[in-house]
């Protein structure tokens, strides 16, 4: 079975720009969650989706943004790029939810310059 | 505030030590992982616990529910253990993840 994959692996912007993030879910899973990762905070929880609606959201601001499709690919958007946004975006997939072993991906690395 | 607390933050153990890592929580949880962590960033599940204790070779994972305590044991420690533990609850207030700062394990050879 093909693990979860992220694309791109790596990514550098600049600030105010946005960027969209890719994240395929192992087949069958239903459930996609999208963590960020710095040096500073740790790993973060950004949001959980389910059947292409997303049951809950960290605490992060509104250019943070995702989405779901009918296959369960996801997509996390970042709008008007800020210097902190530089982490590692890592997104795992579960059967259905966090009470599930979750499968995480290799991560994208964001660097904002 | 915190919802998770491991200790120690740093581990530094000689090859063959027997290693714990501890984790608490302050909310009510529908289930604890322990994450794996190396250098590079992939992240893989050792195990998802919502009550007892669960072993998958030489490691071995520990819940009580009541005290809001879990703890990660590595028995005969190697250097391929060296990684970042990290400890992840999800709350029973729905589908997320609080995560804890992370263990760093060096074993020497």
């Known amino acids: 079975k093909a693990g979860v994959t992220q694309t791109p692996r790596y990514l550098i912007k600049t600030r105010g720009q946005q960027v969209t993030l890719s994240c395929s879910p192992i087949s069958g899973h239903r459930s996609v969650s999208w963590y960020q990762q710095t040096p500073g905070q740790g790993l973060q929880f950004l949001f959980e989706?389910?059947?292409?609606?997303?049951?809950n959201k960290g605490n992060f601001p509104g250019r943070f943004s995702g989405r779901q499709f009918s296959n369960s690919r996801s997509e996390m958007n970042v709008s008007t790029l800020e210097l902190g946004d530089s982490a590692l975006y890592l997104c795992?997939?579960?059967?259905?939810?966090?009470?599930?072993?979750?499968?995480f991906g290799p991560g994208t690395r964001l660097t904002v310059t | 505030k915190n919802e998770v607390e491991q200790s120690p933050q740093n581990l530094t153990a000689q090859e063959g030590e027997f290693i714990t890592i501890n984790c608490s929580y302050s909310?009510?949880?529908?289930?604890l992982h322990w994450l794996q962590q190396h250098p590079g960033g992939g992240i893989v599940s050792l195990f998802m616990?919502?009550?007892g204790k669960k072993k998958h070779g030489r490691l071995i994972a520990t819940i009580n529910i009541q005290e809001k305590h879990s703890s990660l044991h590595i028995t005969a420690s190697h250097p391929r253990d060296s990684a970042v533990y990290i400890c992840a609850v999800s709350p029973l207030t729905g589908n997320q993840f609080y995560f804890g700062t992370g263990t760093s394990l060096t074993v020497i050879p």
């Open positions: 989706y389910f059947s292409e609606t997303q049951r």
């Open positions: 616990l919502s009550s």
């Open positions: 909310v009510g949880i529908s289930a």
């Open positions: 795992a997939s579960s059967l259905s939810g966090t009470q599930y072993e979750q499968y």
